[in-house]
């Protein structure tokens, strides 16, 4: 532990208390240290010309206002203390004084020293610029001139009343006349905020796509003004592509080198998310050799996606997010916080025709997407106009479906070893519904089946390829690395126990039975995410789970305006259900299948393969069987094939995301607050329900 016993801001420091920093600091400038090597920092600083002890122990920054005490017996005063509380190990809970402030390093973005404040306050150079190094606190040896220390971190609004979701940037200025010290400080920051962890990264290069074009057509304002700063400050290297047409996104991605860039991040609505998901699943197929109609599976890219809303909805940033604010999307991708987001494949009878990474709709919203093509010159507008329209007409259209239900884990797996928490019992169980929140155990237990069901189709397809390898010595196997390497386990967070039982009931899926489902339905969603939105806080599908690898499959019955109005009402509140509804049906699958009971003309009308908008909007308003088919809305495109097949894909997808946290209210008393592990791992607000 080095420690400076001094008054505040001052140079001098005593021989007995203080471990000489120029030592100590010059032996392991450029050395790596590992975490469990990090020192216990201790220094007086002065913040806003008062003056603080700071300490730097594990992941947390602690400082605390000096305090002058007057003692009676004495003329002279003292400075109180840190309180006796000792921290504990770094990432466990540890408590420290009422009056005592605590920074966990997973939130800071950025440090920078100099020799001036505004010196300490300029934005980090890129990664491999010249002054980068020079810059950065870990300079040339030499004599230090630093005195100021300035840490840039970013903070959850708790207690907002109207968004605690909001993320919002902070700044600390600490000033020591001792170059040494701060110079210390500097690279044991530096050290510590770019050590990476399983469920974090620190991202660099950021490979940035920009939709002019969606939503009010603010996207390149909304990144200049909101986006770009915050990856300055965090010297971040970002590199822009504004597209011009549709489909460039994914043009670009299945073309170009990707290899230069940490992270994949989109400027746009559900579109433009749409775009990056699919660009990097086809071309981590093509790589691999897979045939992109019918793959034998479906691999997992390997760059992390960041999702800034900037469209007409944004349900895919607000159902990962919690809100739709651009700065809170720039601030997750910073941070570096990542979490696996299911997706599902869409395909015909034929081929694979794309991704979905929000809702797969047929009826209402897909009639919705389909006329409002013929409004593009109204912007947003076209959707409520369209939506009105869709709404009054109330069309009901007949289907069947066919569904494989998600299995009861907790027939299979004995009681006592189910992770023994409410959510995720209630999830498991199904007897009550979940919400997807931050540290979700229903997406964790998720992860877990997943590695364990990745780390056997390894080890199956090594013996196999030994085999292989054996009978045909000269036959080459290359599929079997990239499948594995694919396939990696994932990390997921905690120490979350996976029961025994869980493979065993994941292997026998193919004896699950098939639930069909015949009607004439008013809507039918296939929901990979809740679909929330700001007008929608709970989205259509409040319980679905981002990485549970399920899909909500809404069925909507054909009744009268009435009800139509009710499911409306139910899905735009904070208090409402739609399974409250009689006419509303909701199975959880991983899988449905659905064709049309008038067959007749399907074969004529599917165009197969087809998942652009229809080249001449008003082609299928004029056609007879256009009061006998709707079409589908897949993640705000138009998809013409009435033989659909809708399949999950668990945490096929790494995404940035820090949310979304519950709304509840918060503790009422004068507790004495205490430091998690992780910012992340306080979800509470003040919000109100």
């Known amino acids: ?13 005593s021989a007995a208390d203080f471990v000489a920093p120029v030592t100590s600091t010059s032996a392991s400038k450029y050395a790596p240290c590992s975490p469990s090597a990090h020192n216990v920092l201790l220094n007086n600083f002065q913040l806003k010309k008062k003056s603080y002890r700071v300490l730097l122990h594990g992941q947390q920054l602690v400082w605390e206002r000096l305090q002058k005490i007057k003692q009676p017996a004495q003329s002279n005063e003292t400075k109180a203390p840190l309180p006796p509380d000792s921290p504990s190990q770094p990432g466990g809970i540890s408590s420290y004084g009422p009056q005592s402030h605590v920074l966990h390093l997973d939130d800071v973005i950025s440090i920078r020293s100099g020799d001036t404040k505004a010196n300490s306050l300029k934005p980090p150079s890129p990664p491999g610029s010249e002054r980068s190094s020079s810059c950065s606190g870990d300079g040339a040896p030499g004599k230090p001139t630093s005195q100021y220390l300035t840490i840039n971190y970013a903070m959850r609004l708790t207690k907002s009343q109207t968004d605690c979701n909001r993320w919002e940037l902070r700044r600390l200025t600490f000033f020591n006349s001792d170059p040494y010290i701060v110079r210390q400080w500097d690279h044991e920051l530096q050290v510590r905020l770019q050590s990476s962890s399983p469920s974090r990264m620190r991202v660099r290069r950021l490979l940035v796509f920009i939709n002019p074009y969606g939503g009010r057509k603010a ?44 992270a994949v991040c989109c400027v746009g609505g559900d579109g433009t998310v749409a775009e990056v998901i699919n660009g990097l699943i086809f071309r981590q197929m093509r790589e691999l050799g897979l045939d992109d109609e019918r793959p034998p599976y479906i691999p997992r890219p390997a760059l992390p996606v960041g999702v800034i809303p900037a469209g007409s ?17 720039a601030i997750h991708v910073i941070l570096g916080q990542h979490r696996g987001l299911d997706v599902c494949s869409v395909s015909n009878g034929q081929s694979l025709l794309r991704f979905c990474a929000s809702v797969l709709s047929y009826g209402y919203l897909g009639d919705v997407a389909a006329q409002s093509e013929n409004y593009r010159w109204m912007g947003p507008r076209r959707y409520e106009y369209s939506g009105v329209k869709a709404f009054l007409s109330n069309r009901g259209y007949d289907a069947e479906l066919r569904m494989l239900e998600e299995p009861d884990l907790l027939l299979t797996t004995p009681l ?33 089946i997943q590695e364990q069901r990745s780390s056997l189709f390894i080890q199956e397809e090594s013996r196999e390829s030994e085999r292989i390898h054996q009978e045909e010595p000269e036959e080459d ?50 929901a990979n995410i809740t679909c929330a939105c700001a007008r929608s806080p709970n989205g259509i ?19 009268s305006l009435l ?47 087809s998942c652009q908008p229809i080249s001449p909007p008003g082609e299928m308003a004029n056609t007879s069987s256009a009061t006998e088919f709707s079409s589908w809305n897949c993640d705000g495109e138009v998809v013409t094939d009435l033989d659909i097949t809708m399949r999950s894909h668990c945490q096929l997808i790494e ?9 509840s209210k918060p503790l009422k008393g004068g507790t004495t607050p205490t430091t998690p592990a992780s910012s992340s791992d306080n979800v509470y607000c003040c919000c109100k329900d």
């Open 1 to 13: 532990m080095t420690q400076t016993k001094q008054p505040s801001g001052g140079s001098t420091t």
């Open 219 to 262: 996207g390149a304002q909304t990144y200049e003004r909101h986006v770009r700063p915050i990856f300055q400050l965090a010297g971040v290297d970002a590199t822009c592509i504004t597209t011009q047409r549709a489909n460039q996104v994914k043009d670009i991605l299945l073309s170009h080198d990707l290899g230069v860039y940490d």
């Open 313 to 329: 909805t944004d349900t895919i940033a607000y159902s990962m997010h919690g809100t739709a604010d651009v700065r809170t999307a």
């Open 416 to 448: 006592e070893e189910v992770p023994q928490s409410p959510d995720s019992v209630c999830s498991l169980g199904e007897s009550v519904p979940s919400v997807c929140y931050a540290n979700c155990q229903r997406c964790s237990f998720a992860s877990s």
């Open 477 to 526: 196997s290359h599929l079997a690395p990239g499948e594995a390497a694919l396939l990696r386990p994932r990390p997921r967070p905690g120490n979350l126990q996976l029961p025994s039982g869980s493979i065993s009931s994941m292997r026998n899926l193919g004896t699950d039975q098939w639930k069909v489902v015949r009607g004439n339905f008013f809507m039918i969603c296939g």
């Open 541 to 559: 599908s409040r319980y679905s789970h981002l990485g549970d690898g399920c899909l909500d499959l809404i069925l909507v019955k054909k009744t």
């Open 563 to 609: 009800n139509n109005v009710r499911f409306l009402l139910n899905t735009a509140g904070r208090s409402g259900d739609i399974r409250n509804l009689p006419f509303v049906e909701v199975y959880r699958t991983r899988e449905f299948r659905f064709r049309t009971l008038s067959g007749a003309g399907e074969e004529d009308y599917s165009l197969a393969g």
């Open 655 to 663: 995404v940035f995301m820090r949310g979304p946290h519950s709304y």
